[in-house]
């Protein structure tokens, strides 16, 4: 398999700009032709519940409104719109299996099409692939 | 050498989480049969501490107790005693000889079996890894 | 080409921390012979701006002087100098062409020899580095 193509990508924190890279460098791959891998963990596991609205972190969060508006500005679509593209580029979302009972999360508080998998599952993906990134 | 069966981490935050899951998935990679490598700075250091015992960050700091119960309801060990299963593993693990001064660190403050290494030291480690992930 | 030699870091915070680690690997791995790609987002962004002074994060922030002070007294060089040392040694930084209208930054901003790059920029050059670290 040519390991060229594939991007694996780790999101252990839910904060609005962490949540933004996740999905520009997915869909941004994706869009290139690469097959992409996101696996969510600990507290990235809230991006994938129904209606997630990430927020900055500490005494940056009173801003988040400010970033989403220049953002739009500079047509980068929120985060809903750029999970649905996401989805309809292919992009593979994975769930943690072992943090979603730690973090209170069931399959059924996210959006469809995340599938769940364990860490094993996870290394063998990134094993097999050229670029690994853990986005925070 | 076979670079796919490597993995290299680094860890340069103390929190409970990126703690947990330096751990988690060391110790996953190693009961793969992967070469597993761990590289701790800055405020990671402290996890090689005798007696660590990381907490949550910011606002979560008060929630750590929760968290470590509900992982003891999966039956996740508590860092200290992935810390020793990593070694029984063969997992090598590192403290940053550049930041252990400025962290105030020294080799007997911490756990037996930890190597001291340079920043040039780990990166020929990580340009010989197929994995590498730098959680947080 | 001969990716074993080629190192990528993504760098989207602007702490002390960060800013000290994405230039103590650069600058070693470029001493090592290795070519090497920092690519600042996000907050990471500011360390860019003349004469960036980077803090420790939240509760940290005040001991940024004492972190530095004891840098000095190790031999470590403060951001701004390792930040020319890296352009000495021919490190290359890009400043990430989205963020930047988001961060308020503009190309004048920031020091001299920044390049600017756009994600699928730096996913190309990543995906033939051998080495590739998000550095949070």
């Given at each position: 398999?040519?390991?060229?193509?594939?991007?694996?990508?780790?999101?252990?924190?839910?904060?609005f700009?962490?949540?933004?890279?996740?999905?520009?460098?997915?869909?941004?791959?994706?869009?290139?032709?690469?097959e992409?891998?996101?696996?969510?963990?600990?507290?990235?596991?809230?991006?994938l519940?129904k209606?997630?609205?990430?927020?900055?972190?500490?005494?940056?969060?009173?801003?988040?409104?400010?970033?989403?508006?220049?953002?739009?500005?500079?047509?980068?679509?929120?985060?809903?719109?750029?999970?649905?593209?996401?989805?309809?580029?292919?992009?593979?979302?994975?769930?943690?299996?072992?943090?979603?009972?730690?973090?209170g999360?069931?399959?059924?508080?996210?959006?469809?099409?995340i599938?769940?998998?364990?860490?094993?599952?996870?290394?063998?993906?990134?094993?097999?692939?050229?670029?690994?990134?853990?986005?925070?």
């Open positions: 398999m040519d390991d060229a193509k594939k991007l694996a990508l780790v999101v252990s924190e839910g904060t700009d962490k949540a933004m890279m996740s999905m520009m460098m997915a869909n941004t791959a994706a869009s290139m032709g690469m992409v891998h996101v696996f969510y963990t600990f507290f990235g596991l809230g991006l519940k209606g997630a609205n990430p927020k900055l972190a500490g005494m940056y969060r009173l801003f988040t409104g400010v970033f989403r508006k220049r953002m739009a500005k500079v047509g980068i679509d929120d985060f809903g719109s750029q999970l649905r593209l996401a989805k309809e580029l292919g992009v593979n979302m994975y769930a943690c299996a072992t943090t979603m009972g730690l973090m999360i069931k399959k059924d508080d996210m959006v469809e099409g599938k769940v998998l364990g860490a094993a599952g996870f290394l063998d993906i990134a094993a097999d692939s050229k670029v690994q990134l853990f986005i925070g």
